[in-house]
């Protein structure tokens, strides 16, 4: 909760807020996460605008994911930047021009002269944390054969020809004909 008190309600204020609060619960995307309890750095600036106050920032948290080609486990930093207005609280949440119930869902309203940001918080970090994190950017994976990292395998590594046997007959008969 950010305390806009200090903002007051007269259109054109701003102030700056910088903020270290615990990541909840649940903060993750199939392949990334951000444990409970991580440390999330909030840079924000608070204005103050007719219809409410205008939230501009960024998150800043340490992610925990596994490679998506070598399983290697990573653990990175992510930016994650959002704006949201939250409307003043008393407001008509729904004038005579706008009919619409969806828009309402998605509206953020001070509670009192507080924002709660949890939401918007945790919707930019999901949304920041990759789908495929990668351990760098050219890793090759794993072999598809015996599973061995083929960064550590070297150029040397390989199986053979890796001709399906059902094919072998075809191939000498290639082979047979070939020679003519």
């Given at each position: 909760?950010v305390d806009?008190?200090?903002l007051g309600r007269?259109?054109?204020?701003?102030?700056t807020?910088?903020?270290?609060?615990p990541a909840?619960?649940?903060?993750?995307?199939?392949?990334?996460?951000?444990?409970?309890?991580?440390p999330?750095?909030?840079?924000?600036r608070?204005?103050?605008v007719?219809?409410?106050?205008?939230?501009?920032?960024?998150?800043?948290v340490?992610?925990?994911?596994?490679?998506?080609?070598?399983l290697?486990?990573?653990?990175?930093?992510?930016?994650?930047p959002?704006?949201?207005?939250?409307?003043?609280?008393g407001?008509?949440?729904?004038?005579p021009?706008?009919?619409?119930?969806?828009?309402?869902?998605?509206?953020?309203?001070?509670?009192?002269e507080?924002?709660d940001?949890?939401?918007?918080?945790?919707?930019?970090?999901?949304?920041?944390?990759?789908?495929?994190?990668?351990?760098?950017?050219?890793?090759?994976?794993?072999?598809?054969?015996c599973?061995?990292?083929?960064?550590?395998?070297?150029?040397?590594?390989?199986?053979?020809?890796?001709?399906?046997?059902?094919w072998?007959?075809?191939r000498?008969l290639?082979?047979?004909?070939g020679d003519?």
């Amino acid at each position: 909760m950010v305390d806009t008190r200090p903002l007051g309600r007269q259109p054109g204020s701003m102030r700056t807020v910088q903020r270290s609060v615990p990541a909840p619960a649940q903060l993750a995307t199939a392949m990334a996460r951000v444990p409970e309890g991580t440390p999330i750095e909030l840079d924000l600036r608070l204005e103050a605008v007719m219809e409410g106050v205008l939230v501009t920032g960024g998150a800043e948290v340490v992610f925990e994911a596994e490679c998506s080609r070598c399983l290697d486990p990573i653990q990175e930093t992510v930016e994650a930047p959002f704006q949201e207005l939250f409307r003043y609280p008393g407001e008509d949440r729904l004038g005579p021009e706008d009919t619409d119930t969806e828009d309402e869902e998605e509206d953020y309203y001070l509670e009192g002269e507080l924002l709660d940001l949890e939401q918007v918080v945790r919707n930019a970090v999901v949304l920041a944390l990759p789908l495929s994190p990668l351990c760098r950017e050219d890793c090759p994976g794993l072999c598809v054969q015996c599973g061995v990292k083929l960064a550590e395998a070297g150029p040397e590594h390989g199986h053979g020809e890796g001709i399906d046997p059902r094919w072998e007959a075809l191939r000498n008969l290639g082979e047979e004909f070939g020679d003519r």
